[in-house]
T-cell receptor
Framework: DADVTQTPRNRITKTGKRIMLECSQT?????MYWYRQDPGLGLRLIYY???????NKGEISDGYSVSRQAQAKFSLSLESAIPNQTALYFC???????????FGSGTRLTVV | QQQVKQSPQSLIVQKGGISIINCAYE??????FPWYQQFPGKGPALLIA?????SEKKEGRFTISFNKSAKQFSLHIMDSQPGDSATYFC???????????FGAGTRLFVKA
């Protein structure tokens, strides 16, 4: 099993719909992150969480919300999807001492 | 002041050649500089990283060169192979990794 699992892998949804992307990890890391990848823009931070009771906005949090259900689970919601939220979404974890991230395989989201 | 500028956007190298990707940062508070490698359909994976107290780090065919005074760092891939064809992201981190800024990415293609 992958260290960081994202579901679904692909999703097409309609404008205005609510959608949830899920992430679970087996690394035992406290820190979890949601990033968005767009061509030519790299990876931009949406939200991050350092433990179950700690949620923080990132660079581009407008239109998104998150829930940290357990140490191992961190979900991202689009309350009312819009076409410019079409992107690749990645969940990542880190242990805070070693700065490197472990990324999931991503969710490709298309909003039509 | 939070940007990380990465160049080139794309790179084509002959098999056996040297691939060089450059990044520049602005904020001197960054204290960890990782490079990630991403294959199609996969999440980025940590490739190699350096801290600003050293000027070079080598792992196999991959070398990071770091110039603290110029606020620049680069990835060198020696003896480039077709299997190295991927997108490479540089990044700059601080605060135990919670603030990580990614470059826009470089698509490398190694011709056989």
């Amino acid at each position: 099993d992958a260290d960081v699992t994202q579901t679904p892998r692909n999703r097409i949804t309609k404008t205005g719909k609510r959608i949830m992307l899920e992430c679970s990890q087996t690394k035992g890391h406290d820190r979890m992150y949601w990033y968005r990848q767009d061509p030519g823009l790299g990876l931009r931070l949406i939200y991050y969480s350092f433990d179950v009771k700690d949620i923080n906005k990132g660079e581009i949090s407008d239109g998104y919300s998150v829930s940290r259900q357990a140490q191992a689970k961190f979900s991202l919601s689009l309350e009312s999807a819009i076409p410019n939220q079409t992107a690749l979404y990645f969940c990542a974890t880190s242990d805070g001492e070693f700065y490197g991230y472990t990324f999931g395989s991503g969710t490709r989201l298309t909003v039509v | 002041q939070q940007q990380v500028k990465q160049s080139p956007q794309s790179l084509i190298v002959q098999k056996g050649g040297i691939s060089i990707i450059n990044c520049a940062y602005e904020n001197t508070a960054f204290d960890y500089f990782p490079w990630y490698q991403q294959f199609p359909g996969k999440g980025p994976a940590l490739l190699i990283a350096i801290r600003p107290d050293v000027s070079e780090k080598k792992e196999g065919r991959f070398t990071i060169s770091f110039n603290k005074s110029a606020k620049q760092f680069s990835l060198h891939i020696m003896d480039s192979q077709p299997g190295d064809s991927a997108t490479y992201f540089c990044a700059a981190s601080m605060g135990g990794g919670f603030k990580t800024i990614f470059g826009a990415g470089t698509r490398l293609f190694v011709k056989a």
